[in-house]
């Protein structure tokens, strides 16, 4: 037998080969608005078996109803995309939070100061105290910025100064 060890499960082509092709299959079928084929009538069948009706809807109401439809449609793609930003503010804060941790001498020292998102630039500024070689604590200020982490003042002054738009975590 050969000494090799296994690759783990993400390393392996198969993996992504499924992740690739079944993954978006799935997703797209749980997410679909469309009527299954097993629930009986499609839309076209039901409008096509409703009870021939003289329309008492003039041009202006139908035109005012389209409106008032697509207005609804606009504010709940509106807050749909909101709630998608802000999660994935909330996701990135995290995973700099995990990459700061592990950069420490002493993990488990680590106190946070203040997290936040800068709206304006996209900026995620930390500040947190944690234990150096000696013992003691420092106040650090981290930046990341396009996947870049900064700890110097200068950078810190630029993207996470006083003023700006933050949203705190």
């Not at 009706?53 to 504010?75: F, G, I, Q, V, Y």
């Not at 990135?92 to 680590?110: H, N, T, V, W, Y």
């Given at each position: 037998?050969s000494?090799?060890?296994?690759?783990?499960?993400?390393?392996r082509?198969?993996?992504?080969?499924?992740?690739?092709?079944?993954?978006?299959?799935?997703?797209s079928g749980l997410t679909?608005?469309?009527?299954?084929?097993m629930t009986?009538q499609?839309?076209?069948?039901?409008?096509a078996?409703?009870?021939?009706?003289?329309?008492?809807?003039t041009?202006?109401t139908?035109?005012?109803?389209?409106?008032?439809r697509?207005?609804?449609l606009?504010?709940?793609?509106?807050?749909d995309?909101?709630k998608a930003?802000?999660?994935?503010?909330?996701?990135a804060?995290s995973?700099g939070?995990?990459?700061?941790?592990?950069?420490?001498?002493d993990?488990?020292?680590l106190?946070?100061e203040?997290?936040?998102?800068?709206l304006?630039?996209?900026?995620?500024?930390y500040l947190y105290r944690?234990?150096n070689?000696f013992?003691?604590?420092?106040?650090e200020?981290t930046v990341?910025?396009d996947?870049k982490?900064?700890?110097?003042?200068?950078?810190?002054?630029k993207?996470?100064?006083?003023?700006?738009n933050y949203?705190?975590?």
């Amino acid at each position: 037998m050969s000494d090799k060890p296994k690759k783990p499960i993400y390393k392996r082509v198969w993996f992504w080969l499924v992740m690739f092709f079944v993954l978006p299959g799935v997703i797209s079928g749980l997410t679909s608005d469309k009527p299954s084929k097993m629930t009986g009538q499609t839309e076209a069948a039901k409008i096509a078996a409703a009870p021939d009706t003289p329309s008492t809807d003039t041009a202006e109401t139908t035109k005012a109803k389209e409106e008032e439809r697509l207005k609804k449609l606009a504010a709940k793609t509106k807050e749909d995309t909101e709630k998608a930003a802000a999660k994935a503010r909330l996701y990135a804060i995290s995973f700099g939070e995990m990459a700061i941790k592990q950069s420490l001498r002493d993990p488990d020292s680590l106190q946070w100061e203040w997290k936040a998102v800068n709206l304006d630039n996209g900026a995620l500024c930390y500040l947190y105290r944690a234990k150096n070689g000696f013992g003691g604590y420092n106040r650090e200020g981290t930046v990341i910025v396009d996947g870049k982490s900064y700890t110097s003042n200068a950078q810190w002054n630029k993207y996470c100064g006083k003023t700006g738009n933050y949203e705190e975590y």
